[in-house]
């Protein structure tokens, strides 16, 4: 046990994952909780209610140690004002209504005065077309979007490494739309109810044919066989 966990510090200790990258700014925050304002209340149409439980998650991740790529430890505080020092919004999508070019899901734009942020706005969008066709972003590909964007804010800048969070493009880590999911809750419990239906059918029905059976057997062997 002891020599496997010495082999794998070595193994980390020799991966050349270890890159380094630039850092937009080192110490943008200073020794401030930073406010965060997460708008999910001015929201386009495919917004999602648990896209902003995977911006929570992804500030969690962040003060949690994030990818240790960070020479402090961020202290959040959401907050319901619109000065907060990280504004979070939504857009349906960047493509059309921000002109940025195709592939980007989500920005950071810091002001930067005297060295420090200012403060940091976080535009995120809900989903991309493919073609013509409407494809929502899932809830892990939204957490994964908000921890790449929140790094910026606190002044990571993108890393080389294509396992690292800030590494410029994403892989879709799920299709699954949260909007769709909550569309059809009704229906899919509605088709449970459905099915404990058809399962008390068929139960009544093996039941009737136990007794038709029962019959048949008296028929053939008479009254003593069962
Ligand atoms: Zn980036």
Known sequence: MLAVLA?????????????????LNPDPWGNETITVHIDDRNVPAHYSPSYRVQVE???????????????YTP???????????????????L????????GVAGFARPYEVNGRYE????VLETGNYAGY???????????????????HA???GHSNNRKDIMYPTYDRMDDIDPLLVQRTLPLIILGALLGAGIVF???????????KRERLEKEIFGEKEK
């Open 7 to 23: 082999l794998l510090f070595l193994a980390v200790l020799l991966s050349p994952s270890e890159n380094i990258y630039p850092e």
């Open 57 to 71: 998650k992804a500030l969690d991740y962040w003060s949690e140690g994030g990818n240790g790529k960070l020479g």
């Open 75 to 93: 202290e959040f505080r959401i907050v319901d004002v619109n000065d907060a020092d990280i504004l979070i919004m939504w857009v349906e999508n």
């Open 95 to 102: 493509e059309a209504e921000a002109g940025v070019e195709s």
């Open 119 to 122: 403060h940091v706005d976080i």
């Open 133 to 151: 066709s409407w494809r929502q972003y899932g809830d892990s590909n939204m957490q994964e979007i908000a921890k790449h964007e929140i790094g």
């Open 154 to 156: 606190l002044g990571l």
């Open 201 to 211: 059918y068929h139960g009544g029905g093996w039941l009737h044919s136990r007794k």
